[in-house]
């Protein structure tokens, strides 16, 4: 079975500054990958960034990149030059793989980031 | 090109009441996936359906609730005789078909009140 586990349920930053949302997991499978996601106070789930098992490199879309370090099975988020509209929770998730080429989303029960001028 | 469509996005019902939720894929999207968020908790996997069937239910509460993804029409998860503990957000995601790694696209939610 696998467990998501993010220990911060609030962080604050100041605007312009770099934070690091933690992220483990659990798993026993070889191959498995890991998503970021936010949910602004609107509720929506937004998509940030992906992390595969295998792939050497940390992932990076714009601001976000993941800080990933499998022999510690931690997935981190860094958000680069924070600014006001990062206010939101952030989730981690881990992919599931179900039949027929479908997987769930495990997700832990998320930080929340207030970003303060 | 219109996102992942849910509707209602609020909905209240009373206790024994019936509560369907409707869920539009993203178009040329084959799979679709429900998941519930209790409040102060992460997404939690419920259903996944491709049309006529479900695929996978292991998330699924074994009473009251019922998914499907019919041929033509939206996907429909509906939940028998509410109780407060149903008081919960709705969300429906879709992916693209395929055996490699597809981003599942959610909706914006349905906000499930049961007085």
């Known amino acids: 079975a696998q467990k998501i586990t993010q220990t911060q349920p609030g962080m604050f930053v100041q605007e312009k500054e770099a934070v690091t949302l933690d992220c483990t997991y659990d798993?026993?499978?070889?191959?498995?990958?890991l998503f970021w996601y936010k949910q602004p106070s609107s509720g929506e789930m937004i998509f940030l960034i992906y992390q595969g098992s295998y792939d050497e490199q940390n992932a990076t879309e714009g601001r976000y990149s993941l800080n990933f370090q499998k022999a510690r099975k931690s997935a981190n988020l860094v958000i680069s030059a924070s600014q006001l509209g990062d206010s939101a929770m952030y989730f981690c998730?881990?992919?599931?793989?179900?039949?027929?080429?479908?997987?769930?989303?495990?997700f832990g029960k998320g930080t929340s980031l207030l970003v303060t001028p | 090109n219109a996102g992942v469509m849910q509707n209602p996005r609020h909905l209240v019902r009373r206790r024994g009441q019936e509560a369907r939720l409707r869920c539009s894929p993203m178009k040329g999207h084959s799979h679709v996936y429900w998941y519930r968020q209790l409040p102060e908790e992460g997404l939690k996997f419920m259903v996944y359906l491709q049309k006529e069937n479900i695929i996978d239910e292991s998330g699924m509460p074994k009473e009251r609730f019922s998914a499907e993804f019919p041929k033509e029409g939206p996907s429909i998860l509906r939940i028998q005789q509410v109780v407060r503990g149903d008081s919960a957000a709705y969300f429906c995601?879709?992916?693209?078909?395929?055996?490699?790694?597809?981003?599942?696209?959610f909706g914006p939610g349905t906000r499930l009140t049961v007085l």
């Open positions: 998730a881990m992919r599931e793989v179900l039949l027929d080429s479908g997987y769930a989303l495990n």
């Open positions: 798993t026993s499978d070889q191959s498995y990958g």
């Open positions: 995601a879709s992916s693209l078909a395929g055996a490699s790694y597809n981003e599942q696209f």
